[in-house]
């Protein structure tokens, strides 16, 4: 069985198509659905009690938290909770088009040291495939000041894509298929990350451990990305640079942590003289990525 885990945060409408397109492509997997609720919001929690009628033939779980606990922990209070032998951490804004989880599964268990596997999460793109990716290095971070690193990165991801399945560093969390055993003796996530970077941590101590990272862009879900990000650019801002610096910190050491860590403040600069520029166009947005950018600058610290 498949456990499958989608934490909430003021996204009850994604939560309910996401959980509609699983019953109708999944129609012969046996999975639980198992929704932890970050919203600390009554209506919210009020408008989820009826996703359980959705799935008749699964058992739907919900999980309220007193607080946001955040991304990482809330699937780690999800996976406890779980009776799986494999466990799928999916966003609420994804759309499951196809049946991806017979395919999925069989590949991971080829090789016992096979540990995650995750489909294409973004529309087929002729140049760019942002679903999986490298962990940073001194040339796409020094290109990320200028804002091309990680396009770079996703022109490298597509143009391996003639291959069925592959490894690689690290996979989006809006959709990783890990075993559970491996998932639970690993550690689970790490609790230090709120959210964003958790998924590359976790890959990183999988790939130290001797475990593989798959991805199979033979397989496509619908990922529409960033639906909670457009609500409040500062929060997010804030954390996702938290989060890398936290990243850079923990799993590099000497002289090249340390130049990663400069050409990642190189970037925050960089972003910061980019959203002055654009502040009369965009002043919302702009200000909004000004304060955070700020935060991580001057304070490196949650809000």
């Known amino acids: 069985m498949i456990s499958i885990i989608i934490v909430n945060y003021h996204v009850a409408k994604e939560i309910e198509q996401c959980i509609r397109s699983l019953a109708r492509a999944a129609t012969d997997v046996a999975y639980e659905v198992i929704i932890v609720d970050n919203s600390t919001d009554e209506q919210e929690r009020q408008s989820l009690s009826h996703l359980q009628s959705i799935i008749p033939h699964s058992r739907v779980k919900i999980i309220v938290n007193n607080e946001n606990v955040g ?5 780690n209070v999800g996976a406890l909770q779980s009776s799986g032998e494999y466990i799928c951490f ?4 994804v759309i499951i088009v196809d049946n991806v989880f017979p395919s999925l599964v069989s590949t991971l268990n080829v090789n016992r040291r096979n540990a995650v596997i995750s489909p294409r999460q973004h529309s087929p793109n ?25 396009y770079i990165e ?15 560093d690290w996979v989006m969390g809006a959709f990783m298929l890990i075993k559970r055993e491996i998932f639970m003796d690993i550690g689970m996530f790490d609790p230090q990350f709120f959210i964003y970077y958790e998924e590359s941590d976790l890959c990183f101590r999988l790939q130290r451990s001797g475990y593989s990272v798959l991805y199979m862009p033979g397989m496509y879900i619908e990922h529409r990305g960033g639906v ?9 801002t804030m954390h996702f640079y938290h989060s890398k610096l936290l990243f850079l910190k923990k799993s590099y050491r000497g002289s090249l942590k340390t130049a990663l860590m ?17 502040f009369l166009p965009f002043p919302k947005k702009a200000l ?7 935060d991580v600058i001057f304070t490196n610290t949650h809000v």
């Open 228 to 236: 909670a990000g457009k609500r409040n650019y500062r929060f997010f």
């Open 288 to 294: 909004q990525k000004i304060m955070g950018i700020l």
């Open 126 to 150: 002729r140049w760019f495939d942002f679903s999986a990716g490298y962990f940073p290095s001194l040339i796409l971070e020094a290109l990320n000041i200028f804002v091309i690193g990680r």
């Open 90 to 93: 999916l966003n609420p804004d």
């Open 262 to 278: 400069c050409e990642t403040y190189a970037q925050l600069f960089a972003q910061l003289i980019l959203w002055t520029v654009l």
């Open 154 to 168: 996703a022109m490298i991801m597509n143009a391996m894509n003639t291959k069925s399945v592959h490894t690689v």
């Open 71 to 75: 991304f990482g922990t809330a699937c």
